[in-house]
C-alpha cells in the first residue's frame, strides 16, 4: 500500500510540473497599451480597433477573433498591433500576411523616408498559440524581450 501510494504522489507530483504548457489568455488592447509604454517609440500614437487594425495592416478579418493597434503618425514607420487569432492555423496565416505588410512598407519607405528602412528589416513578428505581434520600434532588440514576454506570461 505505501509504494501505492508513493507512485501515486510521484505521478500527481509530475502532472502538477506540466501544467506549464496551458494556454495564456492575452487581451490584445491590454497588452498592447502596456507594450506600447515599455517599448521605446518616437512617434504619437493613435489606437485602432480590430476593424480598422485588420484593415491597416492587409489581415484577413476571417482569420482574427479579436485585434488591436497602435499606429504612429506616418512621420515614423512605428506600430504595434497585437491579433488573436481564431485558431493555431489561422494566426500562422497571420503571421505570414503581417510578413507581407513589412514588405509592402519597406518598399514605401524606401523612397518617402529611407532613414526608417532599418526599423522595418528588424520588425519583430511573434507569435504564440493564437497571439501574433507585430512591433515596429526604434529599439527592435529590445522590444523583442518586451513582446516575448508578454506572449509568454
Given at each position: ?53 485588420n484593415r491597416v495592416y492587409g489581415v484577413d478579418a476571417d482569420l482574427v477573433e479579436d485585434s ?61 498559440d493564437v497571439y501574433v505581434v507585430l512591433c515596429i520600434s526604434a529599439d527592435n532588440d529590445a ?11
Amino acid at each position: 500500500m505505501k509504494k501505492y501510494i508513493i507512485g501515486l504522489s510521484a505521478a500527481l507530483l509530475l502532472l502538477s510540473g506540466c501544467s506549464d504548457n496551458k494556454k495564456v489568455e492575452i487581451d490584445p488592447v491590454t497588452a498592447v497599451e502596456q507594450m506600447s509604454e515599455e517599448i521605446t517609440f518616437t512617434d504619437q500614437f493613435a489606437p485602432l480597433d480590430s476593424e480598422n487594425a485588420n484593415r491597416v495592416y492587409g489581415v484577413d478579418a476571417d482569420l482574427v477573433e479579436d485585434s488591436t493597434a497602435m499606429v504612429g503618425s506616418g512621420a515614423t514607420a512605428e506600430s504595434i498591433a497585437m491579433f488573436k487569432a481564431v485558431d493555431e492555423k489561422s494566426a500562422q496565416e497571420i503571421e505570414k500576411q503581417l510578413g507581407v505588410f513589412i514588405d509592402g512598407y519597406i518598399e514605401g519607405y524606401s523612397d518617402y523616408k529611407p532613414e526608417e528602412v532599418p526599423k522595418l528589416e528588424s520588425a519583430i513578428i511573434e507569435r504564440k498559440d493564437v497571439y501574433v505581434v507585430l512591433c515596429i520600434s526604434a529599439d527592435n532588440d529590445a522590444a523583442k524581450s518586451i513582446v516575448s514576454d508578454t506572449l509568454n506570461g
